[in-house]
């Protein structure tokens, strides 16, 4: 009986133990608000000084006219006609090959030296800057392939450079359901295939259309590559005709307004049409996939 007592009184080293977790807890605590207080102060802090310094160059005229260097007036028409192209055709091919190669590697294939070869390849082309994918595009579409400069070649390049991202996304999104839904599915007769479609791949669905939304965010945000591939021409073109014409969307049109005709203000302002064009993408990717997966 005074064993047991003895057992069931707390030691010195005990209490201690506590206090110093208790103290590391709050230590975390404090941590953690810290850092989304400055993430979300930084966040607001970028949307008001983007809306203050770009919503005074926003008129009619910019949103639906084209640059004239005879008229002497700017418009971004034909950038972001281009931009939404771009989007249009990037996602359109990158998307099948990305998703597709992300279902076998996670459900089909039974080689893991080669899983492992693939992610790592993967994840090494995330790291590497968009200027090298530039250079190798400029090289293989426009000079190898012998397509001229324009929304096709830009696309292409891009295609590459977001492919590893939703490839590595949609695979750790499959990753993440439950092999009970698998069995489940296989023990009431469904075939591998209506199983990856019919169980997988609606739940997996969250993490596709996250890593969709980080791509379009990358294609939204991307100018250096686009640069080498995609040109930097100012005039408003049909869908068929931007394919092989040089098109500059809103990234590359700010650069140029920026930096070579010192247009700071219509670079403010594109600069929020850029926020707020990723910002209804986002929105309308979301709404999406919660359709989609009911």
């Not at 040089?246 to 600069?271: D, H, K, N, P, Q």
């Amino acid at each position: 009986m005074a064993e047991m007592m003895t057992s069931s009184v707390s030691t010195p080293d005990d209490s201690g133990f506590a206090f110093r977790r208790k103290v590391k807890n709050h230590v975390m605590k404090a941590v953690l608000y810290g850092s989304a207080t400055v993430t979300v102060s930084l966040l607001l802090f970028l949307i008001g000084y983007l809306t203050y310094k770009g919503s005074q160059y926003i008129t009619i005229e910019l949103l639906t006219s084209q640059t004239s260097y005879i008229k002497g007036t700017i418009g971004i028409l034909p950038n972001l006609v281009n931009t939404l192209y771009l989007i249009f055709i990037t996602m359109v091919l990158a998307l099948p090959i990305s998703i597709g190669a992300a279902v076998y590697l996670t459900e089909y294939a039974t080689n893991r030296k080669l899983v492992k070869l693939v992610e790592f390849a993967a994840g090494t082309l995330v790291g590497i800057p968009s200027i090298v994918f530039g250079l190798v595009g400029m090289l293989l579409f426009t000079q190898l392939m012998g397509l001229q400069q324009g929304l096709l070649a830009g696309g292409l390049t891009l295609v590459i450079m977001i492919m590893p991202t939703i490839m590595r996304t949609t695979q750790e999104s499959l990753k993440s359901v439950p092999n009970a839904y698998r069995e489940g599915a296989l023990a009431l007769g469904a075939g591998k295939w209506r199983t990856i479609r019919t169980v997988v791949l609606p739940n997996a669905v969250n993490g596709i259309v996250t890593g969709s939304i980080l791509a379009v965010g990358r294609i939204v945000s991307e100018s250096a590559a686009l640069l080498f591939t995609a040109g930097f021409g100012l005039v408003l073109h049909g869908f068929i005709q931007s394919l092989e014409a040089s098109s500059a969307t809103l990234t590359v049109a700010l650069y140029v307004y920026a930096s070579e005709r010192g247009e700071t203000g219509v670079a403010f302002a594109i600069a929020l049409i850029l926020m707020i064009v990723t910002f209804i993408l986002n929105i309308a990717a979301t709404y999406g996939a919660s359709k989609l997966k009911k």
